[in-house]
């Protein structure tokens, strides 16, 4: 089967970086900030106390489910407020939690596939996440950035794809989504109209995740964005050739 793509939509967090080792630095980060200059909310609120804090919060807010943000602003200014700290400290605490979320420590083959990806097609980056590319340096390899947090809604809903699409003023038929998550990627890129590719990466013990979704299956799987570069370099021998045929 043969299909034509003229651009990529690239998920950010758990694709390009592990989000995990950047979450864990966060709490780590914003308790030391605080042990400094709110040492009350800092005994009030210790690491697993803003944990299940956060988790209030969003509770409290589901119309902000989408902004990842606005729901760490709310809970730095409960945090301190509650604890008898001085709630204009929040956004000095907001910008040490922004920093620390953007000190990111890519996959070893993320920088350098996406160099060869985005000498052949434009990239958008299209993430439910907050990270800021120009703050971690990569903004360079990209076409644009469009974050639900400042579209207004997250992955899976068809319109983010829509408007990452838009952006790159491509039709959707013709934009390949590259992301981990089988619904809010794969899933959400199909409904939308868009093609899809899977980034299965190996987990600590070297074992990759089964396709367990019934609705629809990713038109591309790979385990990096290197193997897909790899096959973009493949199945696009010639200069404006873009129709490729998906891979067996």
Not at 1 to 30: N, Q, Y
Not at 152 to 174: T, W
Not at 206 to 222: K, S
């Amino acid at each position: 089967m043969a299909f034509a793509v003229r651009a990529i939509t690239l998920d950010l967090d758990d694709t390009v970086w592990p989000f995990a080792p950047i979450g864990v630095r966060i709490e780590r980060v914003l308790d030391e900030w605080m042990r400094r200059h709110s040492p009350a909310t800092a005994e009030m609120f210790t690491v697993e106390k803003m944990r299940a804090l956060r988790e209030r919060i969003a509770a409290e807010h589901p119309a902000l489910g989408h902004d990842m943000s606005a729901l760490r602003r709310l809970t730095l200014e409960a945090a301190l407020r509650e604890s008898g700290g001085d709630v204009a400290l929040a956004d000095a605490a907001y910008e040490a939690f922004f920093a620390e979320r953007n000190r990111v420590e890519c996959y070893p083959d993320a920088i350098h596939a996406l160099e060869r990806i985005s000498a052949r097609l434009p990239i958008a980056a299209l993430s439910n996440g907050n990270a800021d590319l120009a703050r971690i340096g990569l903004d360079h390899l990209f076409t644009a950035q469009l974050s639900a947090c400042s579209f207004g809604s997250a992955k899976p809903d068809p319109a983010i794809f829509l408007a990452a699409c838009e952006r790159l003023g491509v039709p959707p038929a013709e934009v390949l989504h590259v992301g981990d998550h089988p619904d809010a990627d794969v899933a959400g890129a199909a409904r939308a109209g868009l093609r899809s590719c899977w980034i299965n990466r190996a987990d600590d013990a070297g074992r990759h995740a089964q396709w367990r979704h019934a609705e629809v299956e990713p038109d591309l799987h790979f385990d990096s964005l290197a193997a897909l570069a790899d096959w973009l370099d493949a199945a696009l021998p010639a200069p404006g050739d873009r129709y490729w045929s998906t891979p067996a």
